[in-house]
């Protein structure tokens, strides 16, 4: 082991950083962060001035934090020093300070310090260690501040959902405000009211080819208008309404003669795009490949941590990729420039660097996201990459080539028509030089190029040529109200409205699904009914909390703390004060309401009253109306739901089969393992039936057989469970027989049946039938063979890769154990211990 001791989050990051530190350096992970305010309390004292108390994360079923504690703090204690290795930003600073409070040694006192490099590369390892720092206090106390602003409201606004609406809900700081800005866009679009209007559009000839078309631009000395438009219009401007206003004027501008009034035409450059922050690489991955925020950032974290490159081992492609900042270091801009002038010519390599300014709150510490070593092209790591490492490596190689390289170049050419009192007008583009087009172009929301139009040949033509008119089209159109929000577009909102950074775009974009707030139908989302009355309720009580203002204001406070301009104390006091009088007046409020439902156009198959929408633990389902006299219950089929309803191979949806057992419809259900179809004949009829997801196939309905149940007489059912198939009664709950599967062997302790069992893993297993009365149990097979030296009643037979198949005898006492030869049956005893489960 090294003497010194470095630790970063990832084990994927600790091999890559490894190879570069040489013998005298070990390197563990600590696998994110090891601790956090508890799970089940507030975790802050308010009166001790906002005071938290963080505790060592408990072990879960993913993860065994108190092991990876344990190995950390006895690496340390054989150290002569720690360097503290964790991300550049302010959860890898807070990471920094628990693992110094946490694993450092104090007696005695072992050195530790805090590293920091924006890439894995050789280099930038090195040059970090040499000039090693110290946690950084205000980084911690601005991830501090987050943290406990976050738990305040959370745990204090939750509860008044689960009194008001019910379930498990809970609320967040910054993804109510991004459920907000959904919920207000669908409601702009449901009050949205289109409205009609007209184009003219001639296509024309002109004494060269080709022919082109113009639209219609003025009316004397009125601009044409188009799109929305009020009743107060303009003095400048005229509207055409209506089908019979176009054909008026139509009619009136076939008459006319088409004269070429001007011709201008200008030189138009288009400037390269700075290099990637995270959300316009969230963006533009969203638009180009259709991922999601979070497959961006699943895929960028492993080119950060390293990827394998055969005999150069793990390699860091690209720079830290959670930042907002477009500065590059001069090192890179001098070996891309390098690359561009080898590769592309001295025509496509500016006379001097390209700057690009970062917005105001950027954290300039960091570099944008570029490749590590611009010489490794795309190219060149296309075997070595997985397909979505590929396609977003390529991007941003791209984006940071195209950054440094010259403009495009564009003639634009207008030219403006007249025809008695109207003009119609035509533009044209050209390009004449690519520049950085031949490497990049950015990725568009709407899927068109606002160039679209310009990007047309026009014939050469001079003032006064006259031009034939060809054909003159009426164009009907509609205006359109605002799309709904994709990824891309919600994360764009946030970024401009000063909420959330780029660490957090990710999580919102999850956490806002995960609980059943919005859903994503075709790429957009779309606000769930439940998502709808979360965000009415906690607007109506917190709107001074949960808009985009104040929640901007708060990321400036957390910028300020970080900065070192504010006491993150003083910005809770500030939070809290205003916090804590909105709770009192919720507080009250919610005394007066009811428990929310939310009314629906469904029947109830039962009792034929209304079905209305309510939430419980596992989210909201469909509930009669006449609770509690009927208690039918089904799930809320969604739009973009394939659990919703089964369709064919022509997509047409299918008819659900009628229960297998009683006959009545079965209904779409939730639980705690997903969704379900359960009988409507419930509580009478319990039968159920799995839903297969994704590509799994729909397991079978229970098959009735004709053998008959021991217990009460009635027929046995095969059925499908999470364990695999098994056969009980068909009274099932009322006869909870269940025919289990036997090896022919008595249990020695009570003379049950030996059974065949399955663990929750589903690990098979075997125990005695008289479980729980009995408690015989074993992990290897019982065989129907007494033990030759011992008599036991049966031996125990298991199969390994080293060993091959081998019994062995049950009894503790005693070590009988033999190979079996699985070709022949032929046995040898073996004089060695027996191994035991």
Known sequence: MGKNLVIVESPAKAKTINKYLGSDYTVLASIGHIKDLPAKDLGVDIENNFEPHYEVIPDTKKRNNKKVVSELKKAAKASEAIYLAADPDREGEAICQHLAEEIVPKRPAIPYYRVMFNEITK???????????????????????????????????SPILWKTIGGRLSAGRVQTVAVRL????????????????????????????????????????????????????????????????????????????????????????????????????????????????????????RLYEGIELGQEGAVGLITYMRTDSTRVSDAALAEVRDFIGTTHGKDYLPAKPNFFKSKKDAQDAHEAIRPTDVTRTPESLASRLQPDELKLYKLIWQRFVASQMMPAVFDQTTIDIKAGRFIFRATGSVQKFDGYLKVYEEGRDDNKSEDDEESRDLPLVKEGDQLNLESLAKNQHFTEPPPRYSEATL????????????????????????REYVEKIEQRFHPTPL?????????????????????????????????????????????????????????????????????????????????????????????????????????????????????????????????????????????????????????????????????????????????????????????????GEFTSCSNYPKCDYVKRETVGIKCYKDGGEIVVKKSKRGKVFYGCANYPKCDVVFWDKPVDEKCPKCSAPFLLEKTTKKDGTVRYCQTEDCDYKMAVDTADTAAAQVDEPAVRA
């Not at 007209?198 to 024309?204: D, G, H, I, K, Q």
């Not at 004494?207 to 639209?215: E, G, Q, R, S, V």
């Not at 509207?239 to 054909?247: G, L, M, P, R, S």
């Not at 949806?653 to 997903?674: D, S, T």
Request: include cysteine; charged fraction near 30%.
């Open 531 to 723: 998502g709808t009355t979360v965000n009415d309720l906690l607007v109506a009580n917190f709107d001074d909390i949960f808009n985009t203002t104040y929640t901007a204001g708060l990321e400036e406070q957390l910028d300020e703390i970080e900065e070192g301009k504010l006491n993150w104390r003083d910005a809770m006091r500030g939070f809290y004060d205003k916090f804590s009088v909105d709770l009192e007046k919720a507080a009250e409020t919610i005394k007066s309401i009811k428990k929310m439902s939310i009314p629906t156009d469904e029947t109830c198959e039962k009792c034929g009253s209304r079905m209305v929408i309510k939430f419980g633990r596992f989210g909201q389902f469909l509930a009669c109306e006449n609770y509690p006299e009927c208690k039918n219950t089904r799930e809320v089929a969604k739009k973009s739901d394939p659990d919703a309803q089964a369709s064919s191979e022509d997509g047409q949806a299918e008819e659900i089969p009628p229960c297998e057992l009683c006959g009545k419809e079965m209904a779409l259900k939730k639980g705690r393992f997903g969704a379900f179809y359960g009988c409507t004949g419930y509580p009478e009829c319990k039968n159920i039936r799995k839903i297969a997801k994704g590509d799994q196939k729909p397991a079978p309905p229970p098959e009735v057989l004709d053998e008959i149940c021991p217990k009460d007489g009635a027929n046995l059912v095969k059925r499908h469970g999470r364990f």
């Open 182 to 301: 959904v919920v207000e866009r669908e409601r702009e679009i449901e009050a949205f009211v289109k409205t009609e209007y007209w184009s003219l559009v001639a296509n024309l000839a002109a004494a060269l080819p080709p022919k082109f078309d113009a639209k219609l631009n003025r009316i004397d000395d009125k601009t044409v208008k188009l799109g929305k438009f009020s009743e107060d219009v303009k003095a400048s401007e005229v509207h055409i309404k209506t089908a019979d206003e176009a054909t008026a004027l139509a009619k009136e501008a076939e008459q006319q003669a088409f004269v070429v009034e001007s011709v201008a035409t200008k030189e138009k450059k288009r400037n390269a795009t700075p290099p990637f922050i995270t959300s316009k690489l969230q963006q533009d991955a969203a638009r180009k490949f259709g991922f999601t925020v979070k497959r961006t950032m699943t895929a960028a974290q």
């Open 123 to 157: 280099n930038a390892i090195q040059d970090a260690f040499k000039v090693p720092k110290e946690v950084n206090k205000d980084l911690v106390d601005a991830q501090q501040a987050r943290r406990v602003l976050d738990r305040l409201v959370g745990y204090k606004v």
């Open 491 to 514: 994360v764009k909102a946030l970024e401009e409205k000063g909420i959330g950074r780029p660490s957090t775009y990710a999580s919102i974009m999850t956490t806002i699904q995960d």
